[in-house]
C-alpha cells in the first residue's frame, strides 16, 4: 500500500516550453502533497505544500508563477515549470501524506522526474 | 543555521562490514524520519522515530529527542544499501519537513 507514482519520469525540453509533472497517490487519498527539487548529489528542498481543493503554499525564494502547482483532486497533483529554462534543469520529486494531519503523518515517495532543459 | 545535520557525509564499506550513520537536529526540529534513496532516485521510508528504538531487519535506529540526535545503524552491509541516506525532521509549530544533506553510501561487493 501507500504508493505514489509520478509521469513523466524524464522529460527533454527546449527552453521557453512548459512542463507539467503529474503525482497520483495510486491506492490511498491524500489530502496533503508536497513537491521538493533536488539537485545533483544534494539534498531535498520543498518547494511547496499543496492540499487538495486549495492554493498551495510555496516555499520563500519559489516563484509561485513559475512553478504552478494544482491540486484537483485527492489523488492527483501536478505541477507546470513554464517557460522552463535551462536552470530549471533538476531532480523533482512529490511526496503524499496518509492523513489530514499533514507532514505530521509519514510521507510516501514518488520516483521522482528528471527535468532536463536544453 | 543548519538544522538537520547530517554525518559522515560520504562512506565506504567492504561487504559484511556495519556502520552507524549520525543525525543532528536543532530544538525547532522533532518527529525525526529516515530514509534511503538508491541510486535512481526513489526514497524508501526507513523509520518514523521521534525517540527511541526501532530494529527492521538489518537497520536498526535510535533517537535521544532529550539530547537532539539520531543513530542510524546498518549491519551486514549488502551492496544493495548503497544509496544516499537522510534524516529529515519536521519544524516545531509548522508543517515542513527539512532534510539533512545525506550521507551517501557505496559498499563494495
Redesign the interface.
Known amino acids: 500500500g501507500a504508493v505514489v507514482s509520478q509521469h513523466p519520469s524524464r522529460v527533454i525540453c527546449k527552453s521557453g516550453t512548459s512542463v507539467k509533472i503529474e503525482c497520483r497517490s495510486l491506492d490511498f487519498q491524500a489530502t496533503t502533497m508536497f513537491w521538493y527539487r533536488q539537485f545533483p548529489k544534494q539534498s531535498l528542498m520543498l518547494m511547496a505544500t499543496s492540499n487538495e481543493g486549495s492554493k498551495a503554499t510555496y516555499e520563500q525564494g519559489v516563484e509561485k508563477d513559475k512553478f504552478l502547482i494544482n491540486h484537483a483532486s485527492l489523488t492527483l497533483s501536478t505541477l507546470t515549470v513554464t517557460s522552463a529554462h535551462p536552470e530549471d534543469s533538476s531532480f523533482y520529486i512529490c511526496s503524499a501524506s496518509l492523513g489530514l494531519a499533514g507532514p505530521r503523518d509519514t510521507q510516501y515517495f514518488g520516483p521522482g522526474t528528471r527535468l532536463t532543459v536544453l | 543555521g543548519i538544522q538537520v545535520e547530517q554525518s559522515p557525509p560520504d562512506l565506504i564499506l567492504q561487504e559484511g562490514a556495519n556502520s552507524t550513520l549520525r543525525c543532528n537536529f536543532s530544538d525547532s526540529v522533532n518527529?525525526l524520519?529516515w530514509?534511503h534513496q538508491n541510486p535512481?532516485?526513489?526514497?524508501?521510508?526507513l523509520f518514523?522515530i521521534p525517540s527511541g528504538t526501532k530494529q527492521n531487519g538489518r537497520l536498526s535506529a535510535t533517537t535521544v529527542a532529550t539530547e537532539r540526535y539520531s543513530l542510524l545503524y546498518i549491519s551486514s552491509s549488502q551492496t544493495t544499501d548503497s544509496g544516499v541516506y537522510?534524516c529529515a525532521g519536521?519544524n516545531t509549530g509548522g508543517?515542513?519537513?527539512?532534510?539533512?544533506?545525506?550521507t551517501?553510501l557505496f559498499v563494495k561487493a
Open positions: 518527529n524520519q530514509f535512481w532516485g526513489q526514497l524508501i521510508n518514523y537522510f519536521q508543517f515542513k519537513t527539512i532534510f539533512g544533506a545525506g551517501r
